[in-house]
């Protein structure tokens, strides 16, 4: 019974290992891709030898060069395209719902998606080799309203980090109580751009958020923080048109660091900053806006309530963002836009500045999506 | 008299086709039958798969599984060969056309569990067919279920542009071009008849 019973699993074992052998030669054989040569921008010192078979977007990650992904590669949210010159192959189904016709035409690809299968040759902006990632240590913590905080992060490896005002960091949050493994979420930084050892990040609490719950309720004062950036193309255009400044909420970040630049440059440009709010415990750096209004003799800050309460005596701007702008005297034909906040206010706004004349181009913004 | 292997090869592929007339398969027939091209490189797939599993699994089962009455881990035994060929087609497609592999998508891995490729080595078993039968009968039944997909998938190329009452869009008129496809293939029984 015992002998008929162990050859019986002996027997299934042998063709499962057989079998298990043959896959391994498979992949041995068949699925080695051997080492390929990734040329980046045509410029030899620039090229890295990598092992074939894996993702492009992972390959690039694995040598230090950050293509930005706000997926983390599972090819849904689109964004960390580049140009694949040469070895990329044909274009996958799962790529096109991404890419134009013109980013077709110029070879545009998503590099989570491309594998690695032979030589390639990659073009890939200037501004992305900036990008690294950072180790560093939880500053200050400031409540700033009801729901934000004010989190300073004193870098400590590399030491310093070169950004533009309008730029964001992606802010890992580490394995915790409430989430089983790391993760990242983006932040547009909000401290002066000339400040590069201490990066501040306006963090607005998200209910059930993994990273925000991590913030407010796990994050203490001189706790390891990683993060990796800085990304974005949201920042100030070297003109002289008059600026309308709109966010909500933690979308007030991006726009306190430009407003330093302009401090910094002596930008001296009109400039309208209308921050919507719901009641004025939403409000948040009223003091430096002050500060900055004296310091730019052209910028002026218009906080808007929406739903004021009696004790909130409140004399300034009142209703919705997009009525307190669409009410605003400026010639919007001539002006430039900067939005910040969530999707729906930010849609809602540039209706508005479409309808007064701003042409779609001059219209910049950074959606909370 | 006992059909032969040719015989058993075209019947496999007209007369006893295992998806229109035994109904195996259907799941991974209906999503895949879209597009033409999927479903040909699909159709390969299921081919190469019943072909090398049919020889094996005949192999096993005369040498292995009989000789040392062990005829009740034929499932087990069977459904291991199916995952093990299905992992190395996998290997195979993603090196060799990587467009087919991402349109095939979740569907490549899933021939494991297709019924069409395990009924068809059980059939080839209880039918009790030597090695030449098995491995046209094998072969046979993979063309069979590639006709199958390739004639939906371009009849529903040809009618995307149809109008179809809003409740059968998608699968449920691709089921009722089954139906008629089966008794289509109705009158091709009784040109050679195997069990």
């Not at chain 1, 949050?173 to 909000?190: G, L, M, V, W």
């Not at chain 1, 401290?191 to 963090?203: A, F, K, M, R, Y």
């Not at chain 1, 001296?268 to 209308?274: E, S």
């Not at chain 1, 706004?349 to 909370?368: A, N, S, W």
Request: overall charge negative; aromatic content about 10%; charged content about 20%.
């Amino acid at each position: 019974m015992i002998t008929s019973l162990a050859i019986q699993v002996g027997v299934v074992a042998a063709i499962g290992a057989l079998l298990a052998a043959l896959i391994e030669l498979a992949d041995r054989f068949i699925a080695n891709y051997g080492e390929c040569r990734i040329t980046i921008n045509d410029e030899e010192e620039r090229s890295l030898n990598v092992q074939g078979g894996g993702h492009l977007l992972g390959a690039l990650a694995e040598n230090k060069l950050f293509i930005p992904s706000a997926c983390g590669g599972r090819g849904s949210c689109g964004l960390c395209k580049v140009k694949v010159l040469e070895g990329g192959g044909p274009l996958l189904p799962t790529e096109a719902p991404y890419l134009s016709a013109t980013e077709r035409k110029n070879n545009v690809r998503l590099s989570c998606q491309v594998k690695v299968r032979n030589n390639l040759r990659i073009e890939i902006p200037q501004e992305l080799f900036a990008i690294k990632r950072y180790a560093g240590r939880a500053g200050k913590i400031i409540d700033q309203t009801h729901d934000m905080k004010q989190l300073d992060i004193e870098l400590t490896e590399p030491e310093t980090l070169d950004f533009k005002a309008g730029q964001y960091v992606q802010l890992t949050a580490p394995e915790y109580a409430k989430s089983d493994q790391p993760i990242y979420r983006a932040y547009s930084i909000c401290s002066d751009p000339t400040d590069e050892s201490t990066i501040s990040l306006l963090i607005r609490r998200v209910p059930d958020g993994i990273c925000t719950t991590w913030v407010f309720d796990y994050l203490k004062v001189g706790d390891q923080v990683e993060l990796n950036g800085p990304h974005g193309e949201f920042c100030l255009q070297p003109t002289a048109r008059e600026i309308l400044f709109i966010a909500g909420g933690s979308g007030l970040a991006p726009i306190r660091s430009m407003l330093f630049q302009m401090r910094n440059e002596k930008i001296d440009r009109k400039a309208t900053f209308y921050f919507g709010a719901q009641t004025s415990d939403d409000l948040c750096y009223l003091e430096q806006m002050a500060q900055f209004e004296r310091d730019l003799p052209q910028f002026k800050f218009v906080p808007a309530l929406s739903m004021p309460r009696d004790e909130d005596r409140w004399e300034g701007a009142q209703g919705l963002i997009t009525d307190v702008l669409d009410a605003g005297e400026h010639e919007f034909a001539q002006a430039e836009a900067y939005l910040c906040g969530s999707p729906g206010m930010i849609d809602a706004c540039i209706k508005v500045l479409l309808t007064h004349g701003m042409p779609q181009e001059r219209i910049f913004y950074d959606k909370f999506a | 008299m006992e059909p032969g292997p040719i015989a058993i090869f075209f019947a496999a592929i007209f007369t006893s086709n295992i998806l229109l007339v035994n109904f195996l398969g259907m799941c991974s027939f209906l999503s895949i039958s879209r597009e033409l091209k999927a479903s040909v490189g699909l159709g390969l797939a299921v081919t190469f798969v019943l072909t090398t599993t049919s020889l094996i699994a005949y192999l096993l089962n005369q040498y292995v599984l009989v000789p040392l009455e062990m005829e009740h881990l034929r499932y087990i035994v069977f459904i291991v060969v199916i995952a093990a060929f299905v992992q190395l087609v996998e290997i195979v497609i993603e090196r060799i056309s990587p467009v087919l592999y991402v349109n095939l998508g979740i569907f490549l891995p899933l021939i494991t569990v297709n019924c069409a490729i395990l009924g068809s080595l059980l059939f080839l078993v209880i039918r009790e067919y030597d090695l030449w039968q098995s491995l046209a009968f094998g072969a046979g039944s993979g063309l069979g279920w590639m006709l199958a997909i390739v004639a939906l998938a371009g009849i529903r190329q040809r009618m995307k542009y149809s109008k179809v009452p809003a409740a059968l869009e998608g699968p449920g008129i691709a089921l009722i071009i089954t139906g008629l496809m089966s008794l289509a293939f109705v009158g091709f029984s009784g040109m050679i008849p195997i069990q």
